[in-house]
């Protein structure tokens, strides 16, 4: 497969180490760039879930190939998220052309662009990390159970769907924490004179104009790697939202059998997991 020029890449919510991670998904998508820069946008690793028990070589080979691309001339920013928030101690290292950073501001054909993960502005984040913690793990136990009934439904010939985006979208207290988010994180960016402003964090992806009395600003969010499989790419000038869609690559990406036998693969991760 050619690969595609781009000049920035952002990806978001990967958490790798986690059942929902889709890494070959991934490795299909990177594979298929050749970016400038590629902006890791929070919660790449996931270290709040990891267990010695469930990290497959897809997972490695994810870090692997960040590590190739920034080898072969790719700048790449990790901006740290609260699911790897131990990396912050880590903060403004740099190995290579590889950075490890809290935030980042870059200027994009003269228009500034503030890129941070986001959890900054989760409350639930800040005062019950263990709360948090608690919910990840429900989160995960969703992703899990979700992909066994998408595999019976592609048995069946039928549409797969979400059960967390169904539950999500039904619950108007989640929907208004979006909202919500994308307010605060566009005023704060409309208030110091960004243009855009970049995040991770929510699993929504996005790319909205917001406007308030003082001005306006592009709101963009990169989505994630479990449910929605988007990134962001800035080329030329214009921002695109990419949707990854299996058809689009010549590798198959998981065939039902391989999907099986890693669900069989993550019911004995769990059962490890809840003896330890």
Same mark, same amino acid.
Request: with cysteine; glycine share 6%; proline share 1%.
């Given at each position: 497969?050619? #690969?595609? &020029?781009?000049?920035?890449?952002? +990806?978001?919510?990967?958490?790798? =180490?986690?059942? =929902?991670c ?24 996931d270290?709040?879930?990891?267990? *010695?028990?469930?990290?497959? *070589? ?10 190739? !691309?920034?080898? *072969?001339?790719?700048e790449?920013?990790?901006i740290?998220?609260?699911?790897d ?10 190995? =290579? ?9 870059? @200027?994009?054909?003269? &228009?500034k ?13 800040? /005062?019950?990390?263990? !709360?948090?913690? $608690? =919910?990840g793990?429900?989160?995960?136990i969703?992703?899990l ?8 439904? +592609?048995?069946?010939?039928? @549409?797969?769907?979400? $059960?967390? &985006?169904k ?5 108007? #207290?989640?929907? *208004?924490? +979006?909202?919500?988010?994308? #307010?605060?994180?566009s ?5 110091? /004179?960004?243009?855009y ?9 996005? +790319?909205?104009?917001?406007v ?5 600003? !592009?709101?963009? /969010? ?7 499989l ?23 990406v ?7 036998? @890693?669900?069989?693969? $993550?019911?004995?991760?769990?059962t ?5």
């Amino acid at each position: 497969m050619k #690969k595609r &020029k781009v000049d920035l890449v952002v +990806i978001s919510d990967v958490h790798l =180490g986690t059942f =929902g991670c889709h890494a070959k998904e991934l490795l299909l998508y990177l594979d298929s760039i050749k970016p400038k820069k590629l902006i890791l946008n929070g919660d790449i690793v996931d270290i709040w879930q990891f267990r *010695k028990s469930y990290f497959p *070589k897809s997972h490695l080979e994810v870090i692997k190939k960040v590590i190739d !691309l920034s080898a *072969k001339g790719t700048e790449v920013f990790y901006i740290t998220g609260n699911h790897d928030d131990l990396l912050r101690k880590f903060t403004d290292v740099k190995m =290579g052309k590889i950075s490890v950073l809290d935030k980042l501001v870059l @200027e994009l054909d003269g &228009k500034k662009a503030w890129f941070f993960h986001g959890d900054v502005f989760d409350a639930s984040i800040q /005062n019950a990390k263990w !709360l948090a913690k $608690l =919910g990840g793990w429900g989160y995960d136990i969703l992703i899990l159970i979700n992909r066994f009934v998408n595999w019976c439904l +592609i048995k069946m010939k039928r @549409e797969k769907f979400s $059960l967390s &985006k169904k539950i999500k979208n039904s619950v108007k #207290k989640a929907i *208004k924490h +979006i909202q919500d988010f994308e #307010k605060v994180a566009s005023d704060l960016a409309i208030e110091n /004179n960004y243009k855009y402003v970049i995040c991770g964090h929510i699993h929504q992806p996005q +790319i909205v104009r917001k406007v308030n009395k003082f001005g306006t600003c !592009l709101y963009l /969010n990169s989505g994630d790697w479990v449910e929605n499989l988007t990134s962001l790419e800035y080329h030329k000038g214009k921002w695109n939202l990419e949707h990854f869609q299996k058809e689009n690559y010549e590798k198959e990406v998981v065939s039902t059998e391989e999907d099986l036998s @890693e669900i069989q693969n $993550l019911v004995a991760a769990i059962t490890i997991t809840s003896k330890q």
